[in-house]
């Protein structure tokens, strides 16, 4: 089990709500009820989701955390009723205050707030605990956790009187980033590390016409996701005992698309940085690209055909109106220079893939193809979840046509479970 856990689309529908306040529903919050639950470890706690976007875009992530090695500690804070978060300087010590239900509950959840029924922090149904945020900690030392919150704006060199960043253009949904003081691992002299989380869901319009030339060029995918570059937060010095992370659905293949090279546009500049991305390209055909895709066609679509090989048979990805989405989700992780290396680096980066299970590679499956590098199928194991496994073996498939074992696959009990939770594979990896 991982200690930190990243949902990128988490809600929708928040358009209309203002920029920085609190997602107003709580499916993030049954989530972390889920997982306590199915864990049998009540320290799983959640950053309270904020608004990021308009124009019909707004949306939330979720960031899900095991406080047992994990203190969140912002690295903004948050006023009380509604928001938005803030900067230190914008909310000091003494205006901090706690959030609303469902991320805290009153000493009577049942009746409404207010100064006869004041917050209570002891609830362990709260999301975030009742602790104070160690003293040398980076981020809001001394403060207590249950009172700071993530950041979702973002400026030119960090200062709030320079121009606003955009992700590219206004309206447009913006990284949401977290900071935590890992106990886990003590580094470089350090009794703990400084964790770094940008997340990142980024436009899906991957191309658009140059309004002069009228030529295809990058669209607000690539731009938005080039941009993160710009963030004075994650592009300067690390401390001798801090990791940067940067995850998203990024909206942006692998792979060179319509003529325009959008992998080079959009992740040249964080990669610049030293950022080391953790699903490189290989050759754009079957089946080696399957080995890197993380997006998956709708139930209807899908068979268990061995169309394109072990492991993306017939239910991996295919165009779509917007464009070509396949490998589209990645990590970037960055860490100060040897000898202080914070923990690192990065590994056993795994594709979590439920369909055909992970990894990809071991005892009656394929070797890799030729151009595939060496530990690309993953390490860390998640068995197949279908419920009749005969419907799509691994590694072989089924052979086309047979329409009764292409319905059992598409079935709930099978495919259509796993599509239903989401229509991305998700990433895992050790920092």
């Known amino acids: 089990m991982p200690d930190i856990l990243v949902i990128i689309e988490a809600t929708t529908g928040t358009d209309g709500l203002p920029e920085g306040e609190t997602v107003d529903e709580s499916s993030s919050y049954y989530l972390m009820q889920e997982i306590r ?13 904020l608004v990021s976007g308009t124009e019909g875009r707004a949306e939330g992530i979720a960031v899900l955390y095991n406080s047992a090695n994990l203190i969140f ?98 309206g447009k949904r913006r990284p949401f980033l977290t900071t935590f003081y890992d106990t886990s691992v003590a580094v470089n002299g350090s009794t703990h590390r400084e964790i770094r989380l940008l997340s990142f869901h980024a436009s899906p319009y991957q191309f658009q016409s140059n309004p002069i030339t009228g030529l ?16 004075f937060e994650m592009n300067q ?59 998956i066609k709708p139930s209807d679509n899908s068979t268990p055909y061995n169309d394109n090989g072990f492991p993306a048979f017939g239910y991996m990805t295919e165009p779509e109106l917007l464009g070509r989405y396949d490998a589209i989700d990645n990590i970037f992780v960055r860490y100060p ?42 390490v860390l194991v998640y068995p197949q979840y ?26 709930w009990n099978n495919y259509r479970r796993i599509r239903s939770t989401s229509d991305h594979l998700a990433l895992i990896v050790d920092i």
Not at 41 to 46: A, E, I, Q, S, V
Not at 216 to 231: K, L, S, V, Y
Not at 346 to 369: D, E, F
């Open 37 to 49: 639950q199915r864990t049998g470890n009540n320290n799983w706690y959640l950053v309270p989701p």
């Open 337 to 378: 220079p040897m000898p202080n290396n914070a923990g690192g680096p990065a590994a056993n980066m795994t594709i979590v893939n439920r369909v055909t299970g992970s990894p990809y590679t071991g005892a009656g499956l394929p070797a890799l193809p030729v151009g595939v590098p060496a530990g690309t199928g993953g």
């Open 237 to 295: 010095a690390l401390a001798p005992n801090q990791v940067n992370v940067i995850v998203g659905d990024f909206n942006i293949p692998l792979w060179n698309y319509g003529g325009v090279a959008l992998p080079t546009i959009a992740y040249n500049p964080i990669i610049a940085l030293g950022y080391q991305q953790q699903l490189q390209q290989v050759p754009n055909n079957f089946p080696d690209k399957a080995y890197r895709i993380t997006h």
């Open 216 to 231: 295809r060029e990058a669209g607000p995918a690539a731009t938005g996701t080039a941009e993160i570059a710009n963030i």
């Open 73 to 170: 500690t912002g690295p903004w804070r948050w006023p009380g009723g509604d928001g938005p978060a803030g900067s230190v300087a914008a909310i000091p010590n003494a205006n901090m205050r706690s959030y609303n239900a469902p991320y805290m509950w009153r000493q009577n959840p049942y009746n409404p707030a207010g100064p006869a029924n004041p917050p209570n922090p002891n609830d362990p149904d709260n999301t975030l605990p009742n602790r104070n945020i160690p003293l040398d900690s980076a981020n809001n030392p001394g403060r207590l956790e249950y009172q700071v919150a993530g950041q979702w704006d973002y400026h030119t060199g960090g200062n709030p009187a320079n121009a606003q960043l955009n992700f590219p253009d206004a």
């Open 386 to 411: 279908l419920t009749n496994a005969y419907c799509m073996p691994v590694p072989n498939g089924v052979a086309a046509p047979n329409i009764g074992l292409k319905n059992r696959f598409q079935g």
